[in-house]
């Protein structure tokens, strides 16, 4: 079975530090892809990254960074020099075939900037 | 470049009515998904539309049906309203072109309260 794990339900950090929200995921196939989307309190899920098993290169843009890790099978989301803009609930998630590539969401993490 | 759309933002009904809620995917995407996505909850998939077909089905009842137009705008329908179907329904795109594998982009969502 395929399964997302977001363990911090809640992350609260003061503005300008780095934060790290977790993503750990379990799949039976060799080939699938993960992603992270942001949701504001405005409702809307905002596309991030999605990353293929097959390319374990870490990525960052900008003040975003992310380390994918299929020792671990890991994919965990840093920002760096947070901002109050940043505030919003991350959700990872996972599209493999088994289960016929419908995304599989972790229950998210909510972060909270303070100023 | 319009994004995906939703109508409308917000709407109230009753136990028992009927709701039809209405989505146009992003320019150049030709498949559209549903979710439901509870309080405090991720994403749950309904289902997702390819060439005017159902092509795949989460686990939800049959009072939720759905309908893809040639324009590739899609409906979410749901019948006898429950109280439990109050929640945030989002509808993604993607350009699929046949593949299950594409990065979906998400609407603003329909926030919909069942009285």
């Known amino acids: 079975a395929q399964k997302v794990t977001q363990a911090q339900t809640e992350i609260s950090v003061v503005e300008k530090e780095d934060v790290t929200l977790d993503c750990v995921y379990e799949?039976?196939?060799?080939?699938?892809?993960l992603f992270w989307y942001k949701q504001p309190p405005s409702g809307e899920l905002v596309f991030l990254i999605r990353r293929n098993s097959f390319d374990e290169q870490n990525e960052i843009s900008g003040r975003y960074s992310w380390n994918f890790q299929k020792s671990t099978s890991s994919f965990n989301f840093t920002i760096t020099a947070s901002q109050v803009v940043d505030s919003a609930v991350y959700f990872c998630a996972l599209s493999a075939s088994d289960s016929n590539y419908q995304l599989i969401w972790g229950a998210g993490t909510k972060l909270i900037i303070k100023p | 470049d319009a994004g995906v759309t939703q109508s409308p933002t917000h709407l109230i009904k009753t136990r028992g009515q009927q709701v039809t809620l209405r989505c146009s995917p992003k320019s150049g995407h030709d498949t559209v998904s549903w979710y439901q996505q509870a309080l405090g909850q991720g994403p749950q998939f309904i289902f997702q539309y390819y060439e005017e077909e159902e092509r795949q089905r989460g686990n939800f009842p049959d009072r939720f049906s759905g309908h893809q137009f040639p324009n590739y705008s899609s409906e979410l329908n749901v019948n006898a309203l429950l109280l439990g179907d109050s929640a945030l329904y989002l509808c993604?795109?993607?350009?699929?072109?046949?593949?299950?594998?594409?990065?979906?982009?998400f609407g603003p969502g329909t926030r919909l309260t069942v009285l």
């Open positions: 993604a795109s993607s350009d699929t072109s046949g593949r299950l594998t594409d990065t979906q982009y």
């Open positions: 799949t039976r196939d060799t080939t699938y892809y």
